[in-house]
């Protein structure tokens, strides 16, 4: 039995929000896991990642904004930039991870 497009929609984006939620602990995480190890290519790595697939994930589901703001994100996160920023970039995750969960909750209304 399928459902109608509507209903898979629906389900489609709950499935977004409930991975982009976990997406976002794990970048708070990072971030404050960064403050105290600045230079850790393990915990940049997961920060990396858990920002990629925060931008695909949203495109895929037509939040461009969100998905433009996690490519920029994306390009802060560069090896060579991380390293001339060194422990800023713990402060620039956690902002972004602020300014994910409020876009995040505009999309949802």
């Known amino acids: 039995m399928s459902r109608p497009p509507e209903d898979r ?9 409930e991975s982009a939620y976990e997406l976002l602990q794990a970048l708070n995480e990072g971030g404050l896991q960064l403050e105290s190890h600045p ?12 920002v ?21 994100l994306e390009d802060v996160l560069a090896p060579q930039i991380v390293q001339e920023r060194g422990s800023a970039i ?20």
């Open 9 to 17: 929609g629906a389900e489609l984006r709950a499935l977004f929000f």
């Open 39 to 50: 230079g850790d290519e393990e915990i940049l790595r997961n920060v990396r990642r858990a």
């Open 52 to 72: 990629h697939t925060l931008k695909g994930d949203s495109a895929a589901c037509g939040y461009t904004q969100l998905s433009e703001v996690a490519h920029d």
């Open 90 to 109: 713990a402060e620039i995750v956690l902002a972004a991870a602020d300014n994910f969960g409020a876009m995040l909750s505009a999309y949802e209304r």
